[in-house]
């Protein structure tokens, strides 16, 4: 079971890193990165992890594609105060907004705290928090 679960770990990885369009790509991604595994391992790990592909035809993560909707349908603005960013959105909308970041692990954030309309999500860094304002205003222009 340990096995399984530090394997579904890199597949997040390899998935968020990399253009995988294939089960064969994520079998030779995974095996360079010390896990050697059967086409059947592979399509049980997909189905297991809810990967679907997207538009163009990449294997994506659930929790990013709802991430995405998220955060393009929500949220307003996003600010960053030291190690801190703030994220306002739409009335209501910050509670969904936050679990969704929380639920994606966005790199960088130690966990979130939600009203109504606006999220606080602590960085571990300063620069830390610049990358999740990154990829929040990116996921925004989605």
Same mark, same amino acid.
């Given at each position: 079971m ?8 890199v ?9 995988? #369009?294939?089960?064969? =790509? &994520?079998a $030779?991604?995974?095996q360079? /990165? !010390?896990?050697d595994?059967?086409?059947? @391992?592979i %399509?049980r790990?997909i ?14 993560l ?6 995405? #909707?998220?955060?393009? =349908? &929500?949220v $307003?603005?996003?600010?960053? /105060? !030291? ?5 306002? @959105?739409? %009335?209501?909308?910050?509670?969904g ?9 966005v790199?960088g ?7 109504d ?11 830390? /928090?610049?990358?999740?304002?990154q ?8």
């Amino acid at each position: 079971m340990r096995k399984r679960v530090q394997r579904h770990d890199v597949i997040r990885s390899i998935v968020r890193d990399h253009n995988i #369009r294939t089960q064969r =790509e &994520l079998a $030779e991604m995974l095996q360079a /990165a !010390g896990y050697d595994c059967t086409q059947a @391992t592979i %399509s049980r790990d997909i189905t297991d992890m809810g990967l679907v592909k997207s538009e163009g035809g990449n294997y994506e993560l659930p929790e990013d594609v709802r991430l995405q #909707r998220m955060v393009s =349908e &929500l949220v $307003e603005e996003v600010y960053i /105060a !030291g190690n801190m960013v703030v994220v306002k @959105t739409f %009335s209501g909308g910050a509670p969904g907004v936050a679990g969704a970041i929380d639920k994606a692990g966005v790199v960088g954030s130690l966990g979130t705290v939600a009203g109504d309309n606006t999220i606080m999500i602590a960085a571990k860094t300063t620069e830390d /928090a610049e990358k999740i304002e990154q990829t929040l205003n990116g996921l925004r222009r989605r």
